[in-house]
Protein backbone atom coordinates (compact mmCIF):
# COMPACT_ATOMS: atom_id res chain seq x y z
CA UNK A 1 0.00 0.00 0.00
CA UNK A 2 1.89 3.14 -1.36
CA UNK A 3 -0.28 5.61 -0.13
CA UNK A 4 -0.30 9.44 -1.07
CA UNK A 5 -1.86 11.78 1.84
CA UNK A 6 -2.18 15.37 2.01
CA UNK A 7 0.91 16.89 3.60
CA UNK A 8 0.09 19.99 6.27
CA UNK A 9 0.88 22.73 3.60
CA UNK A 10 -1.38 20.52 0.74
CA UNK A 11 1.28 19.02 -0.59
CA UNK A 12 1.43 15.21 -1.09
CA UNK A 13 3.56 12.57 0.64
CA UNK A 14 4.12 8.96 0.40
CA UNK A 15 3.80 6.33 3.17
CA UNK A 16 4.85 3.03 2.69
CA UNK A 17 4.76 -0.12 4.34
CA UNK A 18 7.84 -2.31 5.88
CA UNK A 19 7.17 -4.99 3.12
CA UNK A 20 6.88 -2.19 0.10
CA UNK A 21 10.19 -1.02 1.84
CA UNK A 22 11.81 -3.80 1.53
CA UNK A 23 10.68 -4.27 -1.74
CA UNK A 24 11.69 -1.30 -2.93
CA UNK A 25 15.45 -1.64 -1.87
CA UNK A 26 15.77 -5.21 -2.69
CA UNK A 27 16.34 -6.57 0.93
CA UNK A 28 14.32 -8.37 3.69
CA UNK A 29 12.09 -7.09 5.78
CA UNK A 30 13.91 -8.25 8.64
CA UNK A 31 16.87 -5.51 7.66
CA UNK A 32 14.18 -2.86 7.10
CA UNK A 33 12.61 -3.43 10.52
CA UNK A 34 15.89 -3.40 12.62
CA UNK A 35 17.13 -0.15 10.38
CA UNK A 36 13.94 1.18 11.38
CA UNK A 37 14.51 0.36 15.07
CA UNK A 38 17.87 2.18 15.22
CA UNK A 39 16.33 5.60 12.82
CA UNK A 40 13.87 5.51 15.97
CA UNK A 41 16.26 4.48 18.65
CA UNK A 42 18.57 7.40 17.53
CA UNK A 43 16.20 10.27 17.73
CA UNK A 44 16.75 11.56 14.09
CA UNK A 45 13.00 11.00 13.17
CA UNK A 46 10.09 11.52 15.44
CA UNK A 47 7.91 8.05 15.50
CA UNK A 48 4.96 10.31 15.76
CA UNK A 49 5.76 11.89 12.37
CA UNK A 50 7.55 8.99 10.64
CA UNK A 51 5.13 6.12 11.95
CA UNK A 52 1.70 5.48 11.39
CA UNK A 53 -1.05 2.85 11.43
CA UNK A 54 -3.83 2.27 8.40
CA UNK A 55 -7.26 1.07 10.07
CA UNK A 56 -9.25 -1.38 7.96
CA UNK A 57 -12.64 -1.54 8.25
CA UNK A 58 -12.35 -5.05 9.67
CA UNK A 59 -10.29 -3.39 12.55
CA UNK A 60 -6.90 -4.84 11.52
CA UNK A 61 -3.98 -2.38 10.91
CA UNK A 62 -0.99 -2.00 9.09
CA UNK A 63 2.12 0.30 9.91
CA UNK A 64 3.13 3.01 7.77
CA UNK A 65 6.38 4.90 7.08
CA UNK A 66 6.74 8.62 5.48
CA UNK A 67 9.07 9.26 3.15
CA UNK A 68 11.17 11.06 5.53
CA UNK A 69 11.92 7.37 7.14
CA UNK A 70 12.31 5.72 3.51
CA UNK A 71 14.95 8.41 3.01
CA UNK A 72 17.13 7.68 6.10
CA UNK A 73 16.67 3.77 5.33
CA UNK A 74 18.03 4.17 2.24
CA UNK A 75 21.39 5.26 3.74
CA UNK A 76 21.14 2.66 5.67
CA UNK A 77 21.00 -0.39 3.92
CA UNK A 78 23.70 -0.92 1.19
CA UNK A 79 21.73 -2.39 -2.13
CA UNK A 80 22.14 -1.76 -4.90
CA UNK A 81 18.55 0.20 -5.17
CA UNK A 82 18.96 1.63 -2.08
CA UNK A 83 21.82 3.04 -3.38
CA UNK A 84 20.10 4.05 -6.44
CA UNK A 85 17.16 5.67 -4.60
CA UNK A 86 20.00 7.23 -2.90
CA UNK A 87 21.81 9.04 -6.43
CA UNK A 88 17.79 10.07 -7.41
CA UNK A 89 17.41 12.02 -4.12
CA UNK A 90 20.84 13.53 -4.08
CA UNK A 91 19.99 14.47 -8.03
CA UNK A 92 16.67 15.59 -7.09
CA UNK A 93 18.49 17.85 -4.07
CA UNK A 94 20.84 19.83 -6.55
CA UNK A 95 18.58 20.38 -9.33
CA UNK A 96 17.53 24.21 -9.48
CA UNK A 97 14.24 25.27 -8.42
CA UNK A 98 12.75 26.67 -11.26
CA UNK A 99 12.07 30.45 -10.53
CA UNK A 100 8.59 32.20 -10.72
CA UNK A 101 7.89 33.22 -13.81
CA UNK A 102 5.19 36.69 -13.23
CA UNK A 103 2.21 36.66 -15.31
CA UNK A 104 2.91 38.89 -17.89
CA UNK A 105 0.83 42.03 -17.82
CA UNK A 106 -0.53 43.77 -20.90
CA UNK A 107 -1.94 47.03 -20.42
CA UNK A 108 -3.61 49.07 -22.98
CA UNK A 109 -6.32 51.34 -23.63
CA UNK A 110 -9.62 51.76 -26.03
CA UNK A 111 -10.78 55.07 -27.20
CA UNK A 112 -14.67 55.45 -28.16
CA UNK A 113 -14.49 56.25 -31.66
CA UNK A 114 -17.58 57.40 -33.70
CA UNK A 115 -18.95 55.23 -35.71
CA UNK A 116 -19.97 56.10 -39.27
CA UNK A 117 -23.00 56.73 -40.22
Known amino acids: ?57 DGSGVELYSLEMITALAFRIDTRNAEIFRQWLVERAVQPVPKFQPPITVLFSVREQALPN
Not at 4 to 15: D, K, Q
Not at 25 to 39: D, M, P
Request: glycine share 8%; charged share 20%.
Open 1 to 57: MVTPAAGANGSGTVWMTKHQIADLFGCFVAKVVSNIAAVLKSGVLDESRACRIHRYK
